[in-house]
């Protein structure tokens, strides 16, 4: 491993992802796309679907930074092509009782292989964090292909999911009635019509949910797949609480032949979206009526799917896959907790540790009639705090997905008195389990 300062190696520089006169992605942009493919093994778009991405993360106003080699071999790709890249964009993230509060949302995080422990992406986060808190972002987010790279940042799962399968010859009936109705409809008239409205109103009462990228919405509908041609394989649904009301829930869905443990033949769910609790039993017991498959997988269910509960024999439900899904980094701590709803009132003071700084200090969160005021207490002594954590930590519970009382037996949590942990919990308690559907 090289010696030399990074900033004798390297230049970070940041770029907007812009087309030419042609319509074609500029060469700065071919260049910065083109390695962040490579980091994420994915193939290189071909020219009109490149443009089309650009147009899309254009619409997201996206900030592109790359670091770039100042002296670059013959030949080699660094002439061109950034060593490392990384990306934000404001996201808003929903405390499920219809507020929400902007993070600056983290994606397209690679280093190539070559430049690995030479600071990169340390570089580039400090530099994407110092300009998020400048431009005014409480709180930065993310979701990572890895788990272990961004606590050291200041980043806490904040939520996980699962990849879960329920074997349709055990499934049905479910133990209490459906209600509404299901219609089979195409993802053109899903598009078109509720899908983004329906969205919403799940986004609205989630805790944990946050909007979707503009790239985002044609794969989750069925209308492309990742490699941006048609997706011609993908079926929706729709369902109503009676037949001449709005949808408030819909499903799109593909069947894979001999794909699957035991050679099953798996219905793959694309995107499961839903407004109300019985919208998402309805369509759920829809897709397990569908013949021709042996198994309904669904890779975002969340921690405590109530239809475990609702299946004619709970057995038929096996996770396959659990992991971490967002990632919550505090950048300003009186911001983000005065935004939020809380279960119940009271007052504790918490000493927040953190590396870089940004939310380091001691505050006092006021909770009454639901609603928190936070003071900065810098003048008492830390060990006077009723609960002691580090930045990652406070991102993990924000949502409410997590427990303080777990994560104070995991010893990350600390508290003279167990009942400030307790009540901590208690304050932090979401109406209904946060749950993320979407990826950046």
Known sequence: MSNEAFDERYELRTIAPALDEQGAPTTETTAWMSAVNLGFHETDAKPEHAARAVREFAADDQTWLGAYVRRPLPGSVDETWPAGTFAWFRKALSWGDGSTIDTQAISAVTVRPTERRRGILRAMM??????????????????????????????????????????????????????????????????????????????????????????????????????????????????????????????????????????????????????????????????????????VRYSRSRLDDPIVAALGDNRAYDVEHEEDHVWLRVLDVPAVLGSRPYAVDGSLTLAVDDALGYAAGTYRLDVVDGRGTVTRTDDSPVDDADVRLDVADLGALLIGSVSPVTLAAAGLVRAADPASVTRLRAMLLPARTPHGITYF
């Open 126 to 295: 400090t530099h994407a964090l110092a300009q998020g808190a400048a431009e005014g972002s409480a709180m930065a987010s993310l979701t990572a292909s890895e788990g272990t790279i961004y606590r050291r940042f200041g980043f806490g799962c904040a939520i996980r999911e699962r990849a879960v399968r329920v074997r349709r010859a055990r499934a049905l009936p479910l133990l209490a009635p459906t209600s509404g109705t299901v219609t089979v409809v195409t993802p053109e008239w899903l598009e078109a019509g509720p899908a983004r409205d329906v969205f919403a109103r799940f986004d609205a009462r989630t805790p944990g949910s946050m909007v979707r990228n503009t790239g985002t919405w044609p794969v989750a509908l069925g209308l492309r797949g990742f490699d941006g041609e048609p997706a011609r394989d993908v079926r929706a649904a729709v369902h109503r609480p009676d037949p001449s009301g709005d949808v408030d829930g819909y499903v799109t869905w593909r069947v894979t032949e001999g794909h699957g443990r035991d050679d099953d033949t798996v219905l793959e769910i694309v995107d499961l979206v839903y407004a109300t609790d019985e919208a998402y039993l309805s369509l759920w017991e829809f897709l397990l009526s569908i013949d021709l498959n042996d198994v």
